[in-house]
């Protein structure tokens, strides 16, 4: 029970550092994330392409960390990290570049 508390709580928090991270890097001169989006924006089923993409890097990476044996801690920043990626690059609010 613990080593699910510990992956929650550190997922949330990874996944909040990860977002204001990459929304400052788009908002940047380097507009990391702007080619990304302009691609995303034209896709018709948006929600639904991103819920895939999602799931397929969730279950990949669940995949490789039980082979690889990681801990909560390392589970959850990563996990943090390929959420936050997944939503800044579905996010058309301010598509840039």
Do not use: C, W
Not at 4 to 23: A, D, E, H, P
Not at 42 to 61: A, E, P, T
């Amino acid at each position: 029970m613990t080593d699910y508390l510990i992956l929650l709580i550190t997922m949330l928090v990874s996944m909040i550092l990860f977002k204001v991270l990459f929304q400052g890097l788009n908002r940047s001169s380097l507009h990391l994330f702007g080619p990304l989006q302009k691609r995303t924006k034209r896709i018709k089923n948006k929600k639904r392409v991103q819920n895939i993409i999602f799931y397929i890097l969730i279950i990949g990476f669940l995949m490789i960390s039980n082979a690889v044996d990681l801990n909560s801690l390392a589970s959850g920043i990563i996990m943090g990290f390929l959420i936050s990626l997944n939503e800044i690059i579905f996010n058309d609010d301010k598509v840039t570049s």
